[in-house]
């Protein structure tokens, strides 16, 4: 009897757990008409529900073998109700496009766009940033069309914000922070950025007035996301410049997919147009991979990983750059020796692990792991002349250089290696219920950072050794013997082992409501961070700064779609490596961070104009700074004084109209004014290195009226020149005085013909019908042939002594041919 009762027991919950079986899945991406995934729609049956993640995508289980239907809805979107009957264990994609519901006018509609327009934000387009032209293109090249963003030279991927540094801007890629090389000297030396525009599904860019939830920095935030594959895909996008491929999937039931992206770059086309004439072997590689992984409906683990290896080997031969008046022209001519073997190579790894807990609160927690190994190897010779070129035209050696004035030579050395290890862990949080969201967020950080600078520079003006500016130096030959032992200019010797730990915390609570007849949006918060500066002969040292932060957007309701804000607060720079390093080599433990106090007032207008849509955004800033870490800039390369001796300031205004200027495409047009100046020991204000007073640009997208297949892209900036600079020696005060670098303007354009994209497709069985886009075409960067220049050379004249500032110009007109592939 035991034994049967055994038996019907086991038969039963055999059968029970056979019926709690009975399933089918139905996952997808839900998107918008923009073919953006929305975040936290709704998808629910009768029985059970779930809402979409920050990829838009979802995945929920449903009874089999009977009629199950699922609704699919958000705020202001039109709701989508489809029937399904699937068999035991199914599994089925569905990805629904969600239209704009135009019954819905009176209510209050949260999308993507009003967030961005409440922060502050500019979101650009990953098409926008693939098809703009640019001798180096990508995320960045666009980024400078944008007023308050700029940067001088085409050939690096820097910029600079509102009177900041390359050093200030904060970069996220899904949330995790990357970093640049560190001994980067110049743009032709950066080779690729690390973000990958072929993967890219949004941009996001905050010039300042950010919020707690982002990092310390002075300047900006971009905040870039990679994409969820929804099916398989491939691209290709090939030019004399290099090429990058990338591949996407997901896997039969939906939970795994990966994204992939190769690149390989060669600057030799742009570099080999300059005015040093060289041997240049350049080799720019970078591999990236996102895979995402969909545990269940509450659990997302996410990894990122990047490999890049850059090498250049330069060897300069030749250089004539002719500067000066019509009335004294003037022209150094340079011939080399040596070369130049440089090499950075950077792994990056992170796992990302995303918990819905319930619709209101999401948990993550992140970990990732950067490592680079670089190396600056060079001797090079340069034996110069100066003097002034013939400018009689018609004569045979019209340019060259005829009467000489000054004769000298420079050696420059460099055996600099550095090996830095990031380790990153950190939580994020998020709870949001009704109008009311909390954010949070812990995180500790540990930098390994093992440095060997060694550096000197020789200079000989007509046979004499040029010694340092040293002021007690006396030398009174000939009248008395010289037994002072013979020094290089410059000199730069120093080995570093430096560990940094890190604790950074931050939290912050948004709300919306109304106030009358007003929409209002309110976010307060307030991030901290601790840290300890330690290492081989270095006396630990540990500080902490707070930095408050708030933001308030308002939408009246005027007839006029306007949006006012006002951002602010405390945004402290706690040093990193290359701040606590001075000119010397040495580390300084007791840099402080340099500290701003920020206030941005907004207004964002959206209207129609000949019938389209068009927006105009304008900010006015002021940003108030203290404990400033004074610096000098050569080409990209930073190099500061670790003091913290200056207070600065800057103070701008910014504007951008963007809309359709031809039907059915997106332009716009931007407009910086900027001042940013520094006093140093209270010496008196002089202009800072970044201070570019006045900025246009424009970005412009047109077609051919009667073959729309063909297309015209053109990137236009127009910057006032910077100062003048100083040797990195220099006192800046003796300098200041100096003319400002000429003006810098440059126009880049592309000129393609479309075969096939989304608005042209073709039936099956032609031979365009396997393409999802394809096009090809050229590129003129520089249309107008102007020279510009990033910094001077300084070089002295030894019968009278005087130094002249000598221009570095940078590329000319270059030509180049692009095709682009995407399945």
Known sequence: MKNKYTFLIFALILSFT?????????????????????????????????????????????PADQDVVITISYVGLKKITQTFNLKVNSNIEFNPILTTDIEQLGTVVITSNTREREQGVITLSPEAIRKTPGANAGVENLLKSLPGVSNNNELSTQYAVRGGNFDENLVYVNEIEVYRPFLVRSGQQEGLSFVNSDLVRNVNFSAGGFQAKYGDKLSSVLDITYRRPTGFGASLDASLLGASVSAEGISKDGRLTAIGGVRYRDNSLLVNARQTQTNFQPTFFDAQTYLTYQVNSKLQVDALGSIAV???DFQPLTRQTNFGTIQEPIALLVFYEGQEQDRYDTYFGALKTTYKANDALTLKLIGSIYHTQEQEYFDIFADYRLGTPNTNIGDEDLGEVEFTQGIGSQLTHARNDLDALFVNIEHKGSYLKDENQIDWGIKYTREDIRDRLEEYEVIDSAGFSIRPPIADFVNQQPYEPFDAPLEPFITIRAQNDVQIDRISAYTQYSKRTDWGDSEVWLNAGVRAQQWTVSGQNIQTNSQLTVSPRAQVSIKPDWNDDMVFRISGGVYNQPPFYRELRDSLGQVRPNVKAQKSFHVVAGHDWSFNLWERPFKLVSEAYYKGLSDVNPYTLENVRIRYRATNNAVARAYGFDTRLAGEFVPGTQSWISLGILKTEENIENRGYIPRPTDQRLKVAFLFEDYAPKIPSMRLYINMVYQTGLPGGSPSYADPYIFSQLPRLRDYFRADA??????????????????????????????????????????????????????????????????????????
């Open 310 to 312: 850059n090498k250049y």
């Open 750 to 823: 592309g000129f393609s013909y479309v075969f096939t994209d989304a608005n042209k497709r073709f039936e099956k069985g032609h031979w365009l019908h396997p393409f999802k886009e394809l096009s090809a075409g050229i590129e003129i960067y520089n249309i107008f042939n102007r020279q510009n220049s990033i910094t001077n050379t300084f070089v002295r004249d030894a019968s009278t002594q005087q130094q002249f500032a000598i221009p570095n110009f940078l590329t000319p007109r270059v030509f180049n041919a692009r095709l682009r592939i995407k399945l």
């Open 18 to 62: 056979n019926v709690l079986g009975q399933t089918a899945t139905v996952r997808g991406i839900v998107l918008d008409e923009n073919k953006t995934p929305v975040l936290g729609a709704s998808v629910i049956h009768s029985q059970d529900g779930t809402t979409t993640n920050e990829n838009g995508f979802y995945i929920l289980n449903i």
